[in-house]
């Protein structure tokens, strides 16, 4: 049997680039296939009508008929257009954050993860609906790392493998997890981390979103979280990431 010459997908726009004279190039993360391109023929056009269903952010459905290379998209509704992000700077910087991990983190035509794209359709809900957003970007980067293999050891030791014990810790990028004070003398690439820290990055390991978004720590505590994730993610992306840089650019302001 032929391959389909059409298909269906709900989607995430990540983002869009100019294409040609008139037309856009979108990367989607679709639920069906993972990440993959698509081209929206027209769409720089005034008269566009699909022009405002592909904005970045965007979730929607759209039929996509296969190309030479590249998918063209023929029909595209919104599902949700989650306009609080596009309202508030800030929320913006936190969306565009969490679009920018999930694309860096994934290639086209990967194949399709479905959790990964509840968990990203969810997060931009609820990133909608918050007062203060930490909790929710925090869920999203913890069970990102899990969807995606990552899964960081914060029960044991990475190096020795015996449990943790209630003391302040390390944190090893490379390791991929905690190391214990014994192991972690005189090693070099650590990054201290005090047992509070670790009592809320294990939070969010293993809690579902509700209980996980009960918490609300300290300010410096906050702080040391947002560090040591951004440490794991910089290594594991081998160069640093540019939204959080915007982040707190925003902060600033
Ligand atoms: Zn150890």
Known sequence: MNEPRSFRVQAVVLRHANWGEADRL???YT???????????????????K???????????AQLAKGREIPI?????????YLPLREDLQRTGYAAYMLELLDRFTYDQEGSNPAIFRLLTDSLERLCQLGEPWACVRYYEMRL???????????????CG??????????????????CPRCGLGLPGLWPIAIETLKYLRHFQRSDYPSAAKASPAPDIQ??????????????????????????????M
């Open 26 to 28: 979108l990367t989607l």
């Open 31 to 49: 639920r069906e296939q993972g990440k993959l391109r698509a081209i929206v023929k027209g769409a720089r056009k005034i008269r566009s009508r």
């Open 51 to 61: 022009a405002g269903h592909v904005e970045p952010f965007t979730h929607i459905t």
């Open 73 to 81: 998209m023929t029909q595209v509704e919104t599902i949700d257009p």
């Open 145 to 159: 790392l899990d969807y995606l293999g990552f899964r960081p050891r914060l029960f044991e030791c990475a190096n």
């Open 162 to 179: 015996r449990e943790i014990q209630a003391e302040d810790q390390f944190f090893s990028p490379s390791a991929g997890g905690v190391i």
């Open 223 to 252: 702080k040391n979280v947002e560090t040591l994730m951004q440490a794991h993610f910089t290594y594991l992306l081998e160069r640093s990431l540019n939204t959080p840089g915007f982040l707190k650019q925003i902060k600033r």
